[in-house]
């Protein structure tokens, strides 16, 4: 399976698609998630430990861990970047959006914009990930206006070039920030 296939097979099983990387010889020890996820290895490898069996996991393997699932994971020497799907049981609460951002590196800031305030077409030096808390504010890029309103939430990765448009309320979010260096072969 290439990196597209698994990609559409994410989307037809309601997974939400998320692209990370992790520094090398990061390790997490036995714990379990609140969603199902699954993953294809880009690049690196990171090995899984479930009931007690390590697996590792290198560039065009894939790999799941079912909600609930004690597992641990330890990042190999070059680190590990991933193309990830995930499907929670039920409503995204912004503790598990915070508590996602963190494992994953990200930054977490709270922030928010005035009532109309517009950015011009711009990109990123880092990935972004938002959920609105409240209010609403409209994500232009390739052409195409998504509004994003109040729990929902969105990624922008490195250099995607994009604008906003912040509703008549303003808006209030959550933005995770991480930069990511890792090139994939």
Do not use: W
């Not at 010889?25 to 199902?36: I, T, V």
């Not at 990624?155 to 991480?178: D, M, R, S």
């Amino acid at each position: 399976m290439d990196k597209n296939e698994f990609e559409a097979e994410l989307r037809r099983e309601g997974y939400r698609i998320v692209n990370s990387s992790v520094k090398p010889n990061q390790m997490a020890s036995n714990h379990c998630h609140d969603f199902d996820a699954k993953s294809f290895v880009l690049g690196g490898e990171i090995t899984i430990t479930q009931n007690n069996a390590p697996v590792t996991f290198r560039a065009g393997q894939c790999f799941e861990v079912p909600t609930g699932s004690m597992h641990a994971e330890h990042v190999g020497p070059e680190g590990v970047a991933l193309l990830s799907g995930r499907r929670r049981h039920g409503l995204l609460t912004r503790e598990a959006f915070e508590s996602d951002l963190r494992r994953e590196g990200f930054d977490v800031l709270n922030g928010g914009q005035q009532p109309g305030f517009v950015e011009e077409l711009h990109a990123h030096d880092f990935d972004a990930r938002i959920m609105v808390l409240s209010g609403e504010i409209t994500l232009i890029r390739d052409n195409n206006a998504t509004i994003f309103r109040a729990g929902d939430c969105c990624e922008i990765p490195t250099g995607c070039q994009h604008g906003t448009k912040v509703g008549p309320e303003g808006v209030a979010y959550i933005l995770g920030k991480a930069c990511r260096r890792m090139s994939v072969n």
